[in-house]
């Protein structure tokens, strides 16, 4: 079973700085089995990006998946008042088969 | 434009069994590029896949969770269902259906339903 560990825990930073997420697996995810995803207080997740590095419909372009093998990386480019969220990364394996999430970075206002 | 609305009981007891079922609105959960799965979050917590199934009724689980866990699906109702047995207050926690496909991640999410095991 493949574990996603996720750091930091907490990044602390200000609107308009760039923030950096990571994603690293336990051993090496296809590329086109990951994903990224934000959630707010009280909302269900929000998919963001697939593929690793595929934005989904109506994500902003400051967001932005690069990576391959066992690590990953969200880049948020110039943080926005509403991008202050946690982010969680999601793996699928194909055997067996089964999705997998990281424990998840919270990006608070600094 | 795709919805899915989780519901079910908010309440259930210590060892007895939680039922909830995910309506799919706005499209069909026949639809061959899909695979539709349940999630939690227990409270601060992060996300955990409990599992999924495919229109045709082909599942898998999570292997933490699979001696305990039932999905299955009603196309005829365009839902599916999940049943977790012998529940504990561990169990406590926001669940949330969703559809995905492996390249494509959960692309659509329910509002999510706040089950409470408790006696």
């Known amino acids: 079973e493949i574990v996603l560990t996720q750091s930091p825990g907490t990044l602390s930073l200000s609107p308009g700085e760039r923030a950096t997420l990571s994603c690293r697996a336990s051993?090496?995810?296809?590329?086109?089995?990951l994903a990224w995803y934000q959630q707010k207080p009280g909302q269900a997740p929000r998919l963001l990006i697939y593929g690793a590095s595929s934005r989904a419909t109506g994500i902003p372009d400051r967001f932005s998946g690069s990576g391959s093998g066992t690590d990953f990386t969200l880049t948020i480019s110039r943080l926005e008042p509403e991008d202050f969220a946690v982010y969680y990364c999601q793996q699928y394996g194909s055997s067996p088969p089964g999705l997998t999430f990281g424990g998840g970075t919270k990006v608070e206002i600094k | 434009q795709l919805q899915l609305q989780e519901s079910g009981p908010g309440l259930v007891k210590p060892s007895e069994t939680l039922s909830l079922t995910c309506t799919v609105s706005g499209g069909s959960i026949s639809s061959s590029s899909y695979y539709w799965g349940w999630i939690r979050q227990p409270p601060g917590k992060g996300l955990e896949w409990i599992g999924s199934?495919?229109?045709?009724?082909?599942?898998y689980y999570n292997p933490s969770l699979k001696s305990r866990v039932t999905i299955s699906v009603d196309t005829s109702k365009n839902q599916f269902s999940l049943k977790l047995s012998s529940v504990t207050a561990a169990d406590t926690a926001v669940y949330y259906c969703?559809?995905?496909?492996?390249?494509?991640?959960?692309?659509?999410w329910g509002k999510g339903t706040t089950v409470t095991v408790s006696s």
């Open positions: 051993q090496s995810v296809s590329s086109s089995y």
């Open positions: 969703a559809r995905h496909s492996p390249i494509g991640g959960l692309d659509v």
């Open positions: 199934i495919y229109y045709s009724g082909s599942t």
